[in-house]
């Protein structure tokens, strides 16, 4: 013997999937034999009369009702059945209930109340952050986790987990990204358009993005993925998806790939997607060889400008003309004032990927140079070491940030470091970078100058000529605008760059000359 | 809520251009009707149902296309005042105000069935009933799903039944027949817009085409609409009255119109592929109305 | 007319739609977010309990995959039982002849088990006073020899299916209150109140106490017992439910419930065999304080949550009690067994005369009306109450929102008028406590430190993070 039972919702109106889906849960409910729901109309009681399944309840149903038809197996406890069916129905509270902007306390809670919550920001200490992530991913949000310190294996599991759901995982340490023109964490103001970038290093693609707006180009999205996506282990799992993801989208008409040399079994696999994006790709890794990315059906770019000028012109758009610097013609100028004895170039980063560029411009005229983050041990410079040679710092690597907030924020280890670098007769010329809009330091020139005026001034009463140069990564549109800055830095006499690319030919074409 | 007093205007892309110049005059309090993620429906101060839509939605009679992704931002719901001004329509105590200047006018052409040669609509009717069959959903016209318990296969044959008596009612030419067969359809089976006011949605439209041989079955269809109305659902009797005017959503003129070329071709397949994705089943359970409505005009010059 | 689409990938539908973040750790970023006009809500996040790092390695391992799919099934069962759990209120007797395991010489008192030496002033000036009610002494100097003679057997209500407020001083021939689970068959007692004066349960004994609780043993007890005779069963989850809608937490402000109450009984009432006289004398009792129906709510609260007691597996709370030096709690799924830590000072206004140095420490088994999520869970049903707590109505509503973090369902039997009929959140969940570090709020009175003065104020308390996270702990321990 079964019996019927019905749940009948007043002038209730769910969006027909809903409805089907609650015909469906409710079919799949422990001792339902069938569910049927439909409107309360007098053809359709008509139907259920019939069948003789037409109780006092249904019958009261008007036009605007919903009825919920349930019949239940023998033995079924029906008071169960019909609150399972409340719950299916049960909507949420309206998080607007008590007045003013509710605060969430937990990732489950906020992606549940928030209607539309579909991303999360993490950047909790590295120790909890993992955790954090697997609650918004198994919440159906797409994570952006800028916390660091999170191990290899939370990792992989984080972007495995993603990768099933469909759901992105950037990160971990990841600090750029761009979602439909909304900048996250560290990213610049820069014009929507038809240019997807995906990036496994932050400064690397805030350059791209910001060379492509200044060449009248426009980003659609910017995908990061984290530093250590394209190793080995992680197997570029980000960065997969992330093609996938710019190749589906309509909005996105070329992707530029951005990131230091995956490894070999890695390369094969994002090269692989290159080949199958059905859209042009243009690829940038840094320091990376061509061949192999041109044999994928790729666009090889060996550096920042060059990778946002082939992007614009894929897309359709003529870059605007700009005149070819002359980095020779201006080293030669800067060279004709140096003391004997001044011989090397100092550069001082805050973006890892500025430091990479310029330092390997210099490498590549066959110069010795020492970093931080050098990948050849010998000429490796831990944190602490006096320079040596041409050295170039990245003070955003965690040896220098050591629990410090990251330099692009907190300037002041690189700004005592200028006044230290200015002392030293063997240097020639100092090279730093700044780097403007959102996450950023709201002033990073102004607060530098101080110390850039009086390194000028230490120098000079020395009786030698210091070379400045500083390159601003920045837009017109963002806030201070790069055009603002750099006026700043020109009063006080220092050579400004237009491009992070334009800043190592620079610093290579001073070394050589003054080595000489 | 309070009104915060930050009001955010959104605009309105385009509309029905019989509801724009409805709006255009229009002055007074109305209502929310129904809410749905990317669709709410309003009461107008004169009791017509009128809907907004999330934009890239396409155009359909009593209907705005509006600027924005989904209404979940708005925080809507049933009942709350809808003040109708000049130039706008805002929701009472929610920030929102919809500006109807610079709507673009949508104005529903249905195209002519004088045109095509014999046999060209029964062949595009056979083509459409393939396709719709091939891809069409199971549980309203076009059948019980495999495994359907008997409520679903009780109002699966009800629907045939109602279906069978409306099509030999119009065969027939009798108003009073053709009455009793709408009245059978009405209101009958699954969803929103219960099935078989899908069905008469389409063989509605059909009956409206300038030519068509069908154009007795809408004076009984108007009468039923007009005296038996809360057999249905409110949404459901609005698309009912519009569909008999000719009035359908875009997507279901664009494939009314590609047939009537006589020559659909390979555009047919994604612009069947469009009108099924209307609703849950909707869109299968108006083409099967549409289907024959097409089949019953052919049938119809042949006695000529 | 418009109808929906379906569903595309969830990149498509973030590039597609708008972006809506859900920031956590950095306020900066809330800042930028909202400069570029998205829609940001960024959490008040602190680490899972509290940055103890046992109690994350205890959540951690509650929450691998197999055994938290356990403990969810299990705590559905824990709070479906909770839910449908229907304490009917059936009648009122002496404690001896209806509480299991009373003997003359035993006293029960509220909160974890202590021993004698340990209890708080205000406790021992209840146990004393009851000692001298029973005539186990002759005053209370020798009442205090008696309770330490070992001669007494002291243990928690909540041991003896029972619930007491404040001191929760419970002995043989006081009359309490037969609630019986009609779902489950189980029973709960608690004591009668002694309304608002100086009274046993803040500790206060003088002969007019003594007095009192005579008269309500002689008069008030038996008059009641005969009331529900004529009345039959009260449905106390239904009278529960109607005093919320009427602006009571039942904790608290019981203005509404005790009216619903006595609507029930007095037609009983009425029709006892007592006198005129007595009846007028009960009526006035009644009538002296709101309080009247306080001790009934908890005993219902109590009824309903022993149903989930044992459900094996299960991290629901399902006691929340105070001895007025330790705080202890039990959960569902370690059954027998009590988590404490140190009970805390109640913050909230203090009556005329009074200051916070003045109060004594949190006590009392009323919080089992939280345990079951009306008290201080269901703040936002009562907006009069905020100010006697201190309190604004935009908090309360945050206290029921915030209750909603920490537990498992809204019981849809008890609902809340405020927040669009929402249920009260129920089945507080180990787990969730020590994830969010969001403890349950507690409403509650505040009693003299000494003995015989009583109540001082009003307010809202926590329990000790310290519970959890050993019940978490122990938790791990047995699960994991």
Known sequence: ?????????????????????????????????????????????????????????????????????????????????????????????PASAAGGEVTYRTIASAAAGIEGANLAVIAVNGAYAA?????????????????????????????????????????????????????????NKVRPGSIGVVAASGTGSQEVSVRVHALGGGISQLIGTGGRDLSERVGGIMMVDGIRALAADPATDVIVLVSKPPAPSVEKKVLAEVAAAGK?????FIDGSEEAVTAAGGHFASGSLQAARTAVGLAGLAPAAAGEFDAEAAAAQVAARLADGQKYVRGLFCGGTLCDETMYAV???????????????????????????????????????????????????????????????????????????????????????????????????????????????????????????????????????????ETGQFARAIAKKAQA | MEDHGDTVTVPVLSGDARLLDLLEPLRGKGSVHSVFARVVNLLTPDGTLIALAARGSGDAPRTLTADVSDWSAYHLSAGLGVTFATGNVSVDGRRLRLATVGARAWRPAAPSLAAPPPGVVAAAADALDRICRAHGPLGGMLGAAPGAGPMERAVVDALHAGRTTLLDAVRDGGAAPVRLGVLALLGLGPGLTPAGDDFLTGLALVAALPGSRLAALRPPLREVLAAHGRRTTALSLATLHEAAEGRVRSELLALVALLATGDPGAALHASVRKVLAIGHSSGGDTLSGLVAGLHLEEELRGSL | MTTEHTEPTPAAALFGGELSVVNVGLAMFDADLRAQDARVSTLDWTPPGGGNADAARALDALERADIAARIDAANAEAVERILAARPLLVGFGRALDVVPGMTPTTILHAGPPIAWADMNGPMKGAVTGALVFEGLAKDLDEAAEVAASGRITFKPCHEADSVGSMAGVTSASMYVHIVRNETHGNTAFTNLSEQMAKILRMGANDRSVIDRLVWMRDVFGPMLK???????????????????????????????????????????????????????????FVAS????????????????????????????????????????????????????????????????????????????????????????????????????????????????????????????????????????????????????????????????????????????????????????????????
């Not at chain 1, 995982?169 to 909304?182: F, K, Q, R, S």
């Not at chain 1, 100058?449 to 549109?477: K, M, S």
């Not at chain 3, 709510?297 to 309903?304: E, G, H, T």
């Open chain 1, 1 to 93: 013997m079964s019996t019927t039972t019905a749940v009948v919702r007043k002038n209730t109106y769910y969006d027909s999937v809903s409805l089907m889906s609650v015909s469906t849960k409710a079919n799949a409910l422990d001792g339902v034999e069938q569910a049927f729901t439909a409107m309360g109309t007098e053809m359709n009681k008509g139907v259920l009369e019939n069948l003789g399944l037409l109780t006092e309840e249904l019958r009261a149903a008007e036009s605007g009702d919903l009825m919920i038809v349930l019949v239940a197996e023998d033995g079924a406890d029906t008071g169960a059945l019909l609150s399972g069916v409340e719950d299916l129905l049960t909507r949420k509270a």
């Open chain 1, 131 to 187: 955790r954090e992530a697997r609650k918004a991913l198994e919440s159906g949000l797409h994570v952006m986790m800028f916390s660091d310190n999170v191990t290899v294996e939370d990792e992989i599991a984080l972007k495995n987990l993603a990768h099933s759901k469909g759901l992105f995982m950037m990160g971990p340490d990841c600090g750029t990204a761009i979602v439909n023109n909304v900048a996250l964490c560290f990213g």
């Open chain 1, 280 to 284: 042009p790709v243009v690829v940038w």
């Open chain 1, 363 to 501: 490498r590549d005229a066959g110069l010795d140079v020492w970093s931080n983050i050098q990948k050849d041990p010998a000429f490796r410079l831990p944190a602490g070491s006096a320079s040596r040679g041409h050295t170039f710092l990245d003070f955003g690597d965690d040896d220098f940030t050591n629990g410090r907030p990251h330099p692009m924020i907190d300037p002041a280890l690189r700004i005592e470091r200028i006044v230290e670098e200015a002392k030293d007769p063997e240097v020639a010329a100092l090279v730093l970078d700044f780097v403007l809009g959102f996450g950023s330091h709201e002033d990073p020139v102004g607060t530098t100058l101080p110390a850039i005026e009086e390194a000028l001034r230490l120098a000079r009463d020395a009786g030698r000529h210091l070379e400045i140069v500083a390159y601003v990564l920045g837009t017109d549109l963002d806030t201070p605008s790069v055009a603002a800055q750099s006026d700043a830095l020109r009063a006080a006499g220092v050579t400004v760059t237009l491009s992070s690319t």
């Open chain 3, 226 to 284: 005969e009331a529900v005779e004529f009345t039959g069963p009260i449905d106390l989850r239904l009278l529960l439910s109607q005093a919320l809608h009427m602006g009571d937490e039942c904790h608290n402000r019981n203005g509404a419930g005790t009216l619903l109450l006595f609507q029930a009984l007095a037609p009983g009432l009425l029709r006892s065999s007592f006198t005129i006289e007595q009846k007028k004398e009960v009526f006035d």
């Open chain 3, 289 to 480: 304080s709101d309080y009247f129906s306080g001790p009934t709510w908890m005993a219902m609260a109590k009824a309903a949550l022993d149903a989930a007691d044992g459900v094996e597996n299960s991290t629901i709370v399902t006691t929340m009690a105070r001895n007025g030096v330790e705080f202890g709690i039990r959960v569902a799924g370690l059954p027998g067994r009590w988590f404490t830590g140190p009970a805390q000072q109640v913050i909230g206004p203090m009556f005329a005369g009074y200051r916070p140095e003045d109060s004594g420490l949190d006590i009392g088994d009323s919080a089992i009306t939280e345990t079951y999520g009306f008290g201080g869970f269901a703040m936002s049903a009562a907006p009069a109450i905020v100010a006697l707590v201190g309190g604004t109505v935009a908090e309360a509503m945050g206290y029921t929102r915030d209750m909603g973090e920490i537990t498992t369902a809204q019981n849809s039997n008890v609902t809340i008028p405020a927040l669009d009929f929402q249920g009260i959140p129920t089945g507080i969940d180990v787990r969730k406590v020590v994830d969010t570090g969001i403890l349950p709020v507690i409403n509650t009175a505040i009693a003299h430190k000494e003995a015989g003065i009583g109540m001082i104020g009003a307010g809202i308390t926590h329990p000790p993070a310290e519970a959890f996270t050993k019940a978490a702990a122990a938790l791990a321990d047995a699960l994991a």
